[in-house]
């Protein structure tokens, strides 16, 4: 599988375009390539590796589910649950940059996201919009609900 190429799969929260290319998946939703896309990992190893969590929120982080993390050095990463039909995909990867299949402020538009992906992922399941991941915003002492 080639990372660079641009998914369109089924992901944990929502249906979303994955590629490790941040670049791509911005001008593919026309928006601003300064507004930062969240990192989908597959593991807490993985997540160690691209960032250091605050002492005083470990236990929150890895207690939460469907919950992204903006983290004090500006990156925001969400770890995907192993049981998650997403992990088998995440897990081929380790880390990939995750934002939903539409255009910025637009809901799921099915024609939008096929012509736009360069290989669809799709299960059984098919694709289907869902609840976004809850963003909470970490600093060293204190931590900010931002969705």
């Known amino acids: ?5 641009i998914y369109l799969v089924q992901t944990d929260t929502t249906v979303g375009f994955s590629s490790s290319s941040d670049e791509k998946l911005s001008s593919l939703k026309q928006r601003p390539i300064t507004k930062k ?3 989908t990992v597959d593991s807490f190893s993985t997540l160690n590796k691209n960032t250091r969590i605050p002492k005083n929120f470990r236990k929150k982080v890895r207690n939460s589910k469907k919950t992204t993390f903006i983290y004090p050095n500006g990156m925001s990463f969400r770890v995907v649950e192993k049981s998650s039909k997403f992990y088998d995909f995440i897990h081929k990867f380790g880390v990939l940059y995750s934002t939903s299949a539409n255009k910025t402020g ?12 360069e290989v669809i992922v799709e299960d059984n399941r098919g694709f289907y919009e ?18």
């Open 1 to 5: 599988m080639n990372q660079n190429l």
């Open 37 to 39: 896309i969240l990192n």
């Open 106 to 117: 637009k809901n799921f538009d099915k024609n939008f996201a096929i012509l736009n992906t």
């Open 130 to 147: 869902t609840k976004a991941s809850t963003i909470i915003k970490l600093a060293k002492k204190s931590y900010k609900k931002l969705r």
